[in-house]
Structure formats: structure tokens, C-alpha cells
């Protein structure tokens, strides 16, 4: 039997990273079925909350997880192999490179960086590292952008010319420190990197081009008392002639909302998240000889929940253990990948648009 990956898990009070750990520690991460997984284990829990790290730890049954309330204390023992970082989006930057720093592989939750400088540095360290890396852009592992992808690749839409991603998600913010840090530029990094970052990985990862031109237009919050503008809308110019249109609000909509759209020459695609589920997915092609009509087994996995125990936690952070086990560079989502270099790319040069109030910004 080969030796299971040991896991710690830092800010693991969070419930996306409870979400996480569930899908190391159990297969497909439920916790009721309480399969054990056989490739991967929690053997360290670290965050300020000692108390909920205990009450997780008992009642998730994470029997070999040690609990630390000091990051650097984790990373020296030799029972962790690889971290999972859900901590406030200021630190994670530093707490990547200080993981790649003492050998650990390393999954972070989005936004890579805060700033382009921290992001720079961090794609850098990782390039000469050997450890195996991943950013969680969760979305791409929904089964609906997968297959998306395939129909692109497969020409069932011709030549595309334009694409659409929304991500307007008025994000959770309560009243405790532990959430109210979000509606603060210096520490969330702002709207873009913190979730419009995924309609951005999204456009990326369908368009498969290198991003050469950005616009971006920002828009003053409305309902609550961000420091940052908390709306924002890209126009993305690719090398390869896409236009591509992202829109972004996290202050505030009626439901968690990731329509999309690709036009192309042959046929296109919608997804509405707010259709029934038998009518989220319709499309066309006349290669295939396919009208405008919906498509009712497109999906098993629909987009239309903020809810994190209900995202791909347990497909994203599996695929980083299966990577990390065979000590594989993530060809898809790994810091040296092109998906999350063009993201970066995009994500920084949006953030100088917007600054200038709308200016042309060449990548």
C-alpha cells in the first residue's frame, strides 16, 4: 500500500476550507458515507479558532490531524507533505512561497496574489520549485464547462468570435472580523482577483488564446460599504480574434449567477442558470445538424450555488493529490499553467484599466 498524502490545512475554521478537507480525508467528500480516501489524509489542522479546530476534528473524524495554531510550526513537520491555504486573500501570497520555501505542494484557494508584484513573485518561486502546484479555480471541473470545452475544440460552433461570463455573487459577509475583511481592498484585493476572477479563468479557459488587450469600466458599490468598486466589466481581446465580454458584480444579485454564452460562426451556446435545469444548457451546430434547443442531459453539475458544499471540492482538491502524488507539474490549474498565467494576466491588467477609468490595456 503506497503512503497516503499528508495534508495540512491553514484557516481550516473556514467552511470552504471544511469543505476542502472533507474531500481529503473522505472519497467525494462526504462526510456521512465516511469512506476514508485512500490516496490522501489530514495531518494537520491550524488556524486562530482552536476550538472549532477541535469540534472539526472530532466530529469529522480527522483521527491523524494534529492541530497548530502557528502556520510555521506546521510546515516543519515532517507528517505534512502538502498544504491547502484558505486563509484572508492578503496572505496568501506570502504563505505559498513560505510553503514552497520548506517543500510542501501547495493548493490556494483564488485569488493567487492581491497585488501583480506578490503575483510576479510567487509564479516565479513556483517555476523553479519542483513541488506540484494549483489555484482553485473550482469552476473549470464542472462537468458542463468541460464539455463546453470539448464542443469548442471539436468545432461544433464553427469559429468562435465572442464569448460572455457573468459572476455576480453578492459574496457572504457578516458581521465578525472573520468576514467583514472582505469589503477591504487592502485585504481582499478587491472585486476582480477575489471572484471575478472565475467568470475570468472561465472566458480563459474555453477561449484557449493568449489575452493581448483589456478594457475595463468600474462601478461604485450600491449596498454595501466596500472600500473598492464591487462591479466591474471587461472587454478581452484575445490573440487569436475572440472578443470576449466578463461581468462582474459581488455586491449584490438575486442569486448566485454564472450565465454564459459563446458565439460562433457554425452554432452557439447559452447557459441561464435561471431556467429550470432541463432548459440551463441550450445550444446549436450545424455541423451536427443540431437546431437551437435545449439540451436536458448536458449536465450533471450546474453552476447556480454559492453554496460551497455544494461546488466541486472534493474533484478540485483530488485532482491536486493525484498530481501531487505522482509529482506532476497541474497541467490545467498549476502556477506555471497557461490558464492561470493568461487569468493573472488579465486580472492585473483589468485592475490598471479600471484605475484609469476605462483605458486601453495592452498585454
Known sequence: ?????????????????????????????????????????????CARNQDILKERKELWGLDQADLYSDYEDMLKSPRIDAVVISVPNHLHAKFALQALEAGKHVFLEKPLATDPDESAHLLAAAAKSPCTTKVDYILVHYDEQKKLRRLIKDGAFGQVASTHFTYRHPIQIGASADQQWKLSRAISGGAIPMGICHAISLTVFQVDSDPVEVICKSAPALDRDFDYPPRQDLLITFANGVVSVVQGNIDFAEKYDARHNVCGTQGQFDYVPSNPRKSRAIWSSRSMAREYTADPDFAKDHMDSGDVWEHQCAATVNDFVQNAKQGIKDPVLGFESPLVQRTEAIIWAAEKSSASEGDRIRI
Request: charged share 20%; proline share 2%; glycine share 18%.
Open 1 to 45: 500500500m503506497t503512503k497516503k498524502l499528508g495534508v495540512g490545512v491553514v484557516g481550516a475554521s473556514g467552511w470552504m476550507a471544511g469543505a476542502l478537507t472533507a474531500g481529503i480525508e473522505y472519497v467525494d467528500g462526504d462526510l456521512d458515507k465516511a469512506v476514508k480516501h485512500p490516496d490522501s489524509v489530514v495531518t494537520g489542522l
